[in-house]
Protein backbone atom coordinates (compact mmCIF):
# COMPACT_ATOMS: atom_id res chain seq x y z
CA UNK A 1 0.00 0.00 0.00
CA UNK A 2 1.42 3.48 -0.74
CA UNK A 3 1.96 5.94 1.96
CA UNK A 4 1.16 9.79 0.60
CA UNK A 5 4.32 11.79 1.80
CA UNK A 6 3.95 13.66 5.27
CA UNK A 7 4.75 16.40 6.49
CA UNK A 8 6.74 14.65 8.95
CA UNK A 9 10.30 12.90 8.20
CA UNK A 10 10.68 9.55 9.79
CA UNK A 11 14.67 10.59 9.56
CA UNK A 12 13.65 13.47 11.83
CA UNK A 13 11.23 11.55 14.09
CA UNK A 14 13.90 8.51 14.97
CA UNK A 15 16.55 11.58 15.56
CA UNK A 16 19.49 9.18 15.84
CA UNK A 17 22.89 10.48 14.90
CA UNK A 18 22.81 7.81 12.50
CA UNK A 19 19.44 9.17 10.67
CA UNK A 20 20.53 12.96 10.55
CA UNK A 21 23.78 11.98 9.60
CA UNK A 22 22.95 9.63 6.78
CA UNK A 23 20.01 12.72 5.71
CA UNK A 24 22.95 15.26 5.67
CA UNK A 25 25.02 12.76 3.86
CA UNK A 26 22.43 12.48 1.16
CA UNK A 27 21.52 16.26 1.10
CA UNK A 28 25.47 16.59 0.16
CA UNK A 29 25.37 14.52 -2.67
CA UNK A 30 22.34 16.19 -3.94
CA UNK A 31 23.94 19.87 -3.27
CA UNK A 32 26.30 22.15 -4.49
CA UNK A 33 28.70 24.82 -3.15
CA UNK A 34 28.63 26.27 0.00
CA UNK A 35 25.10 23.70 1.04
CA UNK A 36 27.01 20.44 -0.05
CA UNK A 37 30.22 21.30 2.31
CA UNK A 38 27.61 21.97 5.21
CA UNK A 39 25.89 18.97 4.56
CA UNK A 40 29.05 17.15 4.83
CA UNK A 41 30.71 18.51 7.05
CA UNK A 42 27.32 17.49 8.96
CA UNK A 43 27.37 14.41 8.36
CA UNK A 44 31.06 13.28 9.38
CA UNK A 45 30.18 15.36 12.76
CA UNK A 46 26.89 13.04 13.37
CA UNK A 47 28.61 10.01 12.34
CA UNK A 48 31.07 10.58 14.48
CA UNK A 49 28.98 10.27 17.05
CA UNK A 50 27.89 6.93 16.26
CA UNK A 51 29.30 2.89 16.51
CA UNK A 52 28.52 2.96 12.55
CA UNK A 53 32.20 3.14 11.23
CA UNK A 54 31.45 2.22 7.55
CA UNK A 55 29.06 5.28 7.25
CA UNK A 56 31.73 7.31 8.78
CA UNK A 57 34.48 6.02 6.09
CA UNK A 58 31.78 6.63 3.37
CA UNK A 59 30.99 10.03 4.36
CA UNK A 60 35.26 10.90 4.53
CA UNK A 61 35.31 9.58 1.10
CA UNK A 62 32.80 11.43 -0.84
CA UNK A 63 33.97 14.79 0.98
CA UNK A 64 37.41 14.11 0.21
CA UNK A 65 36.02 13.18 -3.27
CA UNK A 66 34.52 16.46 -3.37
CA UNK A 67 37.01 19.22 -1.92
CA UNK A 68 39.32 17.60 -4.29
CA UNK A 69 36.96 18.41 -7.50
CA UNK A 70 36.51 21.66 -5.58
CA UNK A 71 40.14 22.11 -6.28
CA UNK A 72 41.03 21.89 -2.48
CA UNK A 73 43.56 19.00 -2.54
CA UNK A 74 44.86 19.76 0.75
CA UNK A 75 42.19 19.70 2.30
CA UNK A 76 41.10 16.68 0.27
CA UNK A 77 44.02 14.99 1.55
CA UNK A 78 43.27 15.00 5.22
CA UNK A 79 39.36 13.94 4.55
CA UNK A 80 40.53 10.97 1.92
CA UNK A 81 43.43 9.36 4.46
CA UNK A 82 40.73 9.15 6.88
CA UNK A 83 38.90 7.33 4.80
CA UNK A 84 41.37 5.54 3.48
CA UNK A 85 42.95 4.28 6.66
CA UNK A 86 38.95 3.54 7.75
CA UNK A 87 37.88 1.35 5.31
CA UNK A 88 41.98 -0.40 4.59
CA UNK A 89 40.86 -1.53 8.86
CA UNK A 90 37.68 -2.73 7.94
CA UNK A 91 38.53 -4.37 4.81
CA UNK A 92 36.31 -2.57 2.40
CA UNK A 93 39.10 -3.12 -0.19
CA UNK A 94 37.29 -1.83 -3.32
CA UNK A 95 36.63 1.58 -1.66
CA UNK A 96 39.77 1.76 0.10
CA UNK A 97 41.13 1.31 -3.45
CA UNK A 98 38.60 4.47 -4.34
CA UNK A 99 40.22 6.61 -1.76
CA UNK A 100 43.65 5.11 -2.61
CA UNK A 101 43.05 6.68 -6.15
CA UNK A 102 41.84 9.83 -4.96
CA UNK A 103 44.92 10.31 -2.80
CA UNK A 104 46.89 9.77 -5.33
CA UNK A 105 45.54 12.28 -7.66
CA UNK A 106 45.81 14.88 -4.57
CA UNK A 107 49.61 13.91 -5.14
CA UNK A 108 50.11 11.77 -2.21
CA UNK A 109 50.58 8.38 -2.22
CA UNK A 110 48.62 5.96 0.43
CA UNK A 111 49.98 4.41 3.17
CA UNK A 112 49.60 0.61 2.64
CA UNK A 113 47.84 -1.21 5.80
CA UNK A 114 50.05 -1.50 8.77
CA UNK A 115 48.35 -5.54 9.46
CA UNK A 116 49.00 -7.03 6.47
CA UNK A 117 46.36 -9.91 4.99
CA UNK A 118 47.09 -13.64 4.98
CA UNK A 119 43.45 -13.98 3.44
CA UNK A 120 46.22 -14.20 0.09
CA UNK A 121 48.42 -17.16 1.20
CA UNK A 122 47.11 -20.55 0.23
CA UNK A 123 47.01 -23.04 3.38
CA UNK A 124 50.77 -24.23 1.94
CA UNK A 125 52.06 -20.84 2.12
CA UNK A 126 50.14 -20.43 5.44
CA UNK A 127 51.97 -23.44 7.00
CA UNK A 128 55.54 -23.06 5.21
CA UNK A 129 54.99 -18.63 6.67
CA UNK A 130 54.69 -20.00 10.23
CA UNK A 131 57.56 -22.48 10.47
CA UNK A 132 59.78 -19.74 8.82
CA UNK A 133 58.00 -17.25 11.53
CA UNK A 134 59.61 -19.73 14.39
CA UNK A 135 63.07 -19.42 13.04
CA UNK A 136 63.31 -22.73 11.46
CA UNK A 137 65.56 -22.69 7.90
CA UNK A 138 64.87 -23.44 4.71
CA UNK A 139 66.19 -27.01 4.84
CA UNK A 140 64.24 -27.38 8.49
CA UNK A 141 60.95 -26.49 6.94
CA UNK A 142 61.53 -28.97 3.88
CA UNK A 143 62.12 -31.48 6.41
CA UNK A 144 59.44 -31.33 8.08
CA UNK A 145 57.00 -30.25 4.84
CA UNK A 146 58.86 -33.58 2.76
CA UNK A 147 59.83 -30.59 0.19
CA UNK A 148 62.74 -29.25 -0.92
CA UNK A 149 64.70 -26.20 0.35
CA UNK A 150 64.55 -24.65 -3.01
CA UNK A 151 60.24 -25.39 -2.52
CA UNK A 152 60.19 -23.53 0.01
CA UNK A 153 61.88 -20.42 -1.16
CA UNK A 154 59.90 -20.74 -3.88
CA UNK A 155 57.06 -20.24 -1.41
CA UNK A 156 58.69 -17.30 0.27
CA UNK A 157 58.55 -15.11 -3.01
CA UNK A 158 55.36 -16.12 -3.09
CA UNK A 159 54.39 -15.08 0.33
CA UNK A 160 56.72 -11.89 0.97
CA UNK A 161 54.70 -9.64 -1.56
CA UNK A 162 51.16 -11.14 -0.43
CA UNK A 163 51.57 -9.79 2.98
CA UNK A 164 53.97 -6.85 1.87
CA UNK A 165 57.01 -7.67 3.36
CA UNK A 166 60.78 -8.43 1.88
CA UNK A 167 62.49 -10.55 4.82
CA UNK A 168 61.64 -13.45 7.32
CA UNK A 169 63.10 -11.21 9.93
CA UNK A 170 59.91 -9.18 9.07
CA UNK A 171 57.64 -12.30 8.81
CA UNK A 172 58.30 -12.83 12.63
CA UNK A 173 56.55 -9.84 13.18
CA UNK A 174 53.25 -10.49 11.31
CA UNK A 175 50.48 -11.82 13.30
CA UNK A 176 49.92 -14.98 11.56
CA UNK A 177 46.63 -16.86 12.37
Not at 14 to 41: F, N, P
Not at 137 to 147: A, D, I, K, P
Amino acid sequence: MFCPATSSSPIRESGTQWALGLAASSRALTSTGHAAEESYREAIERLQQTQVTAYLARAHLVYGEWLRREGRRQAARECLRSAHEMLSDMGADAFAARAAVELRATGERPRKRSSPSTDELTAQEMHVARLVATGATNREVGTQLFLSPRTIESHLRNIYPKLGITSRRQLREVSLP
